[in-house]
């Protein structure tokens, strides 16, 4: 910078070079800043004016961010610079603020969904629902899992193999998993057919499921005795199932009444016995009036002492040879002193009558009833005695026909 233009009558004047030095104004004295509380962001959260929100300072320019706005950060702690380039670069600088953003783990919720099948058939596809949002390219991949099992009951899903996909990816999610339940159901008419003693018990709903009525909690476990003994072929229909109901409840019924004759209009007959697979042996033929005196029993014994069909199968083979006894036969094997002395199990004050499906009319639902004390038997009056000596040969235990 050099001087110039001065002049005076009485002086020389001379110059001398100087230098002018002029500076940048920083931005910053003009307002550009940026808050340095930025709230913290899920995984997938792309940035966005929320976060990228500096102050523009008071003089024309631009603010540029790195990273830019619509970039998806990992999870973790990332520095975001703001750069503010002035208009009039001559003026003021180019001026830059650091600021801090915090990515956080993105939650994702799978709940599965209930599923459910038949025993012996294969699983169905396990599905689930999905809460949450997975970023870019990301899924889940693989498949739910569950207890291990075939046989009838109810097992817990779970969530197996699956997991994030690509596993580069798994540390950015976080999964809550709400689990479901795996029914296996079993083929009703087919349990009840197929039961022996051995293999899948019936349950109450199985009968209920094929429309069979009177089964319940009650007696739903001396039925069962019954349909294990006989044949599939004898209980593989809902009338075959449904006779047998009715005719063991009708000896349920009978128990119980002690030494009346409640409902006579309701007794069992040597049919209703043979449907739940009795064996009579000579009793409908020889002596068909011995129906009064096993009915007779049966109603002293108490239902604990019909509940098995190898208990009602013991009374009968009794009441048989107490008529060859009678008639002057020697049966076999022979009368003991256990098998003419009233023992019935304990029994409540009162218990509920069991309903039958006899007739139309049900039978009283409930009435008191006590155990009488033990009496020796006194069967009916003898009938005719038969021109020839009888004699009787001891059955089997009961063994269930298969076929």
Excluded at 197 to 226: F, H, K, Q, R
Excluded at 306 to 327: H, K, S
Aim: with cysteine.
């Amino acid at each position: 910078m050099t001087p110039a233009g001065a002049s005076s009558p009485n002086y020389n004047i001379s110059y001398t070079p100087g230098t002018l030095t002029v500076t940048q104004t920083s931005v910053s004295s003009s307002g550009f800043s940026w808050s340095t509380s930025i709230d913290p962001i899920a995984y997938g959260t792309p940035l966005s004016g929320t976060q990228l929100n500096a102050v523009n300072p008071s003089v024309a320019g631009t603010i540029t961010y790195s990273p830019a706005a619509g970039a998806v950060l990992p999870v973790g702690t990332h520095s975001v610079v703001a750069t503010f380039t002035p208009s009039d670069t001559n003026s003021y600088s180019v001026t830059t603020i650091t600021n801090t953003v915090i990515v956080t783990k993105a939650s994702l919720v799978v709940t599965a969904e209930p599923k459910s099948k038949v025993a012996g058939q294969s699983d169905p596809v396990l599905t689930y629902q999905l809460a949450g949002t997975m970023a870019g390219s990301d899924t889940l991949a693989g498949t739910l899992g569950r207890t291990s099992g075939e046989s009838r009951g109810t097992y817990p899903i779970n969530l197996g193999t699956l997991a994030v996909s690509p596993s580069s990816s798994a540390g950015n999610y976080t999964i809550q998993f709400v689990s479901a339940d795996f029914t296996i159901t079993a083929d009703s008419a087919s349990v009840i057919s197929s039961y022996d003693g051995t293999n899948a018990v019936p349950l109450v709903e199985d009968y209920e499921a094929i429309s069979v009525t009177g089964v319940d909690a009650g007696n739903v476990a001396a039925i069962n005795t019954a349909i294990a003994f006989l044949s599939s072929t004898a209980t593989d229909s809902k009338d075959e199932v449904q006779a047998i109901v009715n005719a063991y409840g009708l000896i349920l019924s009978e128990s119980g009444e002690g030494l009346t004759d409640l409902n006579s209009a309701y007794n069992p007959t040597f049919l209703t016995y043979q449907t739940i697979g009795v064996n009579l042996g000579t009793l409908t033929t020889t002596y068909p009036t011995a129906i009064g005196l096993l009915n007779d029993i049966v109603r002293r014994q108490g239902a604990f002492g019909v509940d098995t069909l190898t208990e009602v199968q013991n009374l009968a083979g009794i009441v048989e040879r107490l008529m060859i006894t009678a008639a002057g036969g020697t049966p076999s094997p022979a009368l003991t002193a256990a098998d003419m002395t009233l023992n019935p199990p304990s029994w409540p004050a009162w218990r509920p009558r069991p309903t039958t499906a006899r007739g139309s009319t049900p039978s009283p639902s409930c009435r008191p009833w006590r155990r009488p004390s033990p009496v020796p038997w006194r069967p009916f009056p003898p009938p005719p005695r038969p021109t020839t000596r009888l004699t009787s040969s001891p059955r089997p235990a009961p063994t269930r026909p298969r076929g």
